[in-house]
Structure formats: structure tokens, C-alpha cells
């Protein structure tokens, strides 16, 4: 009889204990230094490309927490759409009790904001956007990074890579021409491309460039197709503002070089692909998450570039690269983070054959108005200055833009 009613308090305990693990209560919920994020994605780590550099953030900042005693329970969530389903995939990572939720791609911050308002107390955070910075909610984050300074880096690799076959006679001056694959004729993809045109037209002065713009951040498809088309164009140099890596293999099926964006290429491409430049969200992550957890507020609209280590370059593929190529990578990273090198120096590119004197940055609506600010000063445009995501919508002299439609 006693081992019996042993046996039944041993049952009702379990029954308890699985009714607790199945209510969704987690150690988020009791645990002050442990919190619950999710993490929206527009494709998977299968990418190495865009997402993958956000699960590489993720696993970074994830052991930087743990070492200040910070624990995170991740939910990640993969190949959302840039629609409806953006909204499902918000709701159901805040009824999942993630206390902050990152979405990762541009088109998902109007699906995001369409949820805020139904769960005031958790923190959601858009990256590489902007409206949340001017939304006046207290619960919405935008963050980015000055990602257009490793472009015209990558661009001054490429700059010297086509000054060697210059040099070698390899082409004349007038084929050094960059072919360019981009998602949309949005500002951030612009002002990547223009700073790495300016960065390439740096040590090769002949330089020019070809823009194709696919209409998708992730079709790999698609992606390849336009640098092949690129090439066929008679570009010797492809490069990227596009998910995926098959811009880089579409280079090496070509003959010509190529630079990458978010991850190293160099693995699928390693006859081709010189360098990349990606943003390194650990920083980020760890800083806001950390901020979270310690009660203090997350920035409303973050923004860090190269001298705070939250934009980087890859190694550099040395077996490829021009002669000289590191130590100038170096003296240009210097440059930048002493401020004596501006990368939209209106000296170094004309507009319509003039000189660039004044140009609009986003107002505190997020709008281009006649009161938004200035963002041509000393003898510069401005980039990210004014609010995280960029907004240089210029088409620069040298630059043909071959589609924009998107």
C-alpha cells in the first residue's frame, strides 16, 4: 500500500512537471539574466550569403553574452516572405514569449509595424531600415551599419586588380568595366555600388560600370544570370549586392574576377573572387541585447561602421589579388577611421558633369522635403549621418545603370 501511493505521487509529479513544459513557459520567463529573441529571416544559412552572416551574428553575440553571464534562448525563423506571411511569422515568435524580435530584411519592416501595437512590452528591431527610427513608438528599433565604407574598400581590391591587367596588358584602360548585380534601385543597394565604384576608380582611374538590377534580394537564379549576362558585356569584374554566392561562381564559369558581399566567397569561388565585405550583426546583437537585459533603452536607430569593428573585410585572397594589395587595404582602413578619407568626397565624381553642392538626407519623417537635412558639407555627402539606412540616391558620372525597374 505505501509503495503504492509512492508510485501514484511519483505520477502526479510527472503530470505536473508535463503540464508545466507544455504551457510554453520558459527559463526566459523566470530567469532575469536569460532572454527569449526571435530571429525572422528571408532565406536560410544555405544561402552563405546574407542570412548566413546573420546566423554567424547570432552564434557570435550568443557566446560574447554568455561570457557576462547573459543567457539567450534564439528562436529562428526561415524563407519568410516579404508579405503576409511576415506578419504570421512576427506573431508567432511574440506568442512564442520572445521578449525582442529582429527581423532581417528590408521589405519586412511594414509587415513588422502592422504587429507592434498589439505587444507593447516586447522590443522589435528592423535592420537596414528606416521607418521605425521615426515612427514614435517606444517598442521599435532600426539598425544598420556604414557598410558602404567595406564596399569602397572591396572596390579600391577591385580598383587594383584591374589596374594590374592594365598595367600587364591583359585589357586597355577603356575594358576595365565593372559589372554590378543588385537587388533594387533602392538607396542602400545605390549607395553601395557608388562608394564602390568611387573606391575602385581610386587606383584605376579609367574605370567604369555596368549596374543590373535582378528585382529580388534572394534569387540565386537570377543573381546568376545578371553577372553572366554582365560578362558577356564584356565586364571583368563582377560585383554584388545580392544574396547569394552565384554572382562569384558565375564570374569563375566566366574568366573574370569578381568581389563578394556578406560572407567569403573565396571557397566557391577561388579563382575568381578577391575579398568581401559584410557587416558583423554580432556587434550589434550583443550591444542591444545586453542593453535589454540590463534595463536600459536599445538604440531607436543604430548605426556603427569600421572603426567600431561592426563592418569588415574578408581575408583577402592573396593567391589573386594585385601586388600590394593588403597593405593599401590597411592605409585605407586607416584613412577612414581617422576621418582624413571621406568615401563620397564630392571632389572625386560629378553629376551630370558638375560637382555635387547639395543633396537632401531623410527629414524627421523619413521623407525627402525641402526641410530635410543637408547632407553635402565639408566638401562631402554625408552618408548614414542622419539616420542608420542610407538614402545617397545619386547616379553618379560613370555609372550606367543598364535596368530600373525595380
Known amino acids: 500500500m505505501k509503495r503504492l501511493s509512492f508510485v501514484l505521487i511519483v505520477l502526479v509529479l510527472l503530470s505536473g512537471f508535463v503540464f508545466a513544459s507544455g504551457s510554453g513557459e520558459t527559463a526566459a520567463a523566470t530567469d532575469p539574466n536569460t532572454v527569449k529573441v526571435g530571429l525572422l529571416c528571408i532565406g536560410d544559412e544555405n544561402d552563405q550569403g546574407y542570412t548566413y552572416n546573420f546566423i554567424r551574428g547570432r552564434d557570435e553575440a550568443t557566446e560574447l553574452l554568455a561570457a557576462d553571464g ?62 521605425s527610427a521615426f515612427d514614435g513608438r517606444d517598442n521599435t528599433h532600426n539598425a544598420f551599419a556604414n557598410i558602404y565604407e567595406g564596399r569602397y574598400i572591396a572596390g ?53 560600370m555596368k549596374v543590373s538590377f535582378v528585382g529580388s534580394w534572394s534569387d540565386a537564379t537570377a543573381e546568376s544570370d545578371a553577372a553572366l549576362a554582365l560578362a558577356d558585356q564584356g565586364c571583368v569584374m563582377i560585383s554584388q549586392h545580392s544574396d547569394n554566392t552565384t554572382p562569384a561562381t558565375a564570374a569563375q564559369s566566366r574568366g573574370v574576377f569578381h568581389t563578394g558581399y556578406n560572407n567569403d566567397m573565396t571557397g566557391v569561388a577561388p579563382n575568381a573572387s578577391l575579398i568581401s565585405t559584410r557587416i558583423d550583426w554580432a556587434i550589434y546583437f550583443y550591444e542591444a541585447i545586453k542593453a535589454y537585459v540590463n534595463g536600459e533603452e536599445i538604440p531607436q536607430d543604430w548605426c556603427k561602421g569600421m572603426g567600431d569593428g561592426a563592418v569588415v573585410m574578408t581575408q583577402l585572397n592573396e593567391a589573386i589579388a594585385a601586388p600590394g594589395t593588403a597593405e593599401k587595404i590597411a592605409e585605407v582602413e586607416a584613412a577612414i577611421a581617422d576621418g582624413s578619407l571621406q568615401v563620397f568626397d564630392t571632389s572625386t565624381f560629378t553629376v551630370g558633369g558638375e560637382t ?15 526641410d530635410s537635412e543637408e547632407a553635402v558639407y565639408d566638401g562631402a555627402f554625408h552618408e548614414s549621418v542622419f539616420q542608420s539606412a542610407p538614402y545617397f540616391t545619386i547616379q553618379i558620372d560613370g555609372i550606367e545603370w543598364l535596368n530600373a525597374a525595380y
Open 156 to 208: 579600391v581590391v577591385a580598383g587594383m586588380k584591374l589596374q594590374q591587367m592594365i598595367d600587364e596588358g591583359q585589357i586597355t584602360p577603356d575594358q576595365a568595366v565593372i559589372g554590378y548585380v543588385g537587388a533594387y534601385s533602392f538607396a542602400e543597394v545605390i549607395s553601395g555600388f557608388t562608394s564602390y565604384f568611387l573606391g575602385a576608380r581610386s587606383v584605376c582611374p579609367s574605370v567604369t
Open 356 to 370: 555635387l553642392t547639395h543633396a537632401f538626407a531623410l527629414d524627421t519623417d523619413g521623407d525627402f522635403t525641402a
Open 70 to 131: 547573459i543567457n539567450v534562448e534564439w528562436v529562428t525563423k526561415y524563407n519568410i516572405g516579404e508579405d503576409a506571411t511576415c506578419i504570421d511569422a512576427n506573431i508567432e515568435a511574440a506568442e512564442e514569449g520572445c521578449q525582442i524580435i529582429i527581423n532581417n530584411s528590408y521589405g519586412f519592416e511594414p509587415f513588422m509595424l502592422e504587429v507592434v501595437d498589439d505587444y507593447p512590452e516586447i522590443e522589435f528591431i528592423s535592420c537596414t531600415n528606416c521607418a
